[in-house]
Nanobody, 123 residues
Framework: DVQLQASGGGWVQAGGSLRLSCAAS????????IAWFRQAPGKRREGAAC????????WYVDAVKGRFTISSDNAKKRVDLQMNSLKPEDTARYYC????????????????WGQGTQVTVSS
């Protein structure tokens, strides 16, 4: 079975840091691009960061550039999202997703979604 297991969410004060992890199984990890999406209550889902894997390519939404870093570990089949200088507006449920192309992730049309992990940033 395909699984994308997200973890690492929690509560943090503004200015703090969290590290999210997405552990993948059930598919050929190296063939897929992985992205982190987020959705706050009442807001549209947005792609926060993407790692293109073996195909290369990496992108971040403007709101997180310079604060978030996405990284991939093929041996562990895991993609992490290091989030620094967190702001209250980063509060959302964060989901990881996998697709064969970065384009599919940009189009919010991945092959697989994870279950998400909640991030809450207090002011």
């Amino acid at each position: 079975d395909v699984q994308l297991q997200a973890s690492g969410g929690g509560w943090v004060q503004a200015g703090g840091s969290l590290r999210l992890s997405c552990a993948a199984s059930g598919f050929t990890f190296g063939d897929y691009a992985i992205a982190w999406f987020r959705q706050a209550p009442g807001k549209r889902r947005e792609g926060a960061a993407c790692n293109g894997g073996s195909r290369g390519g990496e992108w971040y939404v403007d709101a997180v550039k310079g604060r978030f870093t996405i990284s991939s570990d093929n041996a562990k089949k895991r993609v992490d999202l290091q989030m620094n200088s967190l702001k209250p507006e980063d509060t959302a449920r964060y989901y990881c997703a996998a697709a064969l192309t970065v384009g599919r992730l940009r189009g919010h049309d991945p092959a697989y979604w994870g279950q998400g992990t909640q991030v809450t940033v207090s002011s």
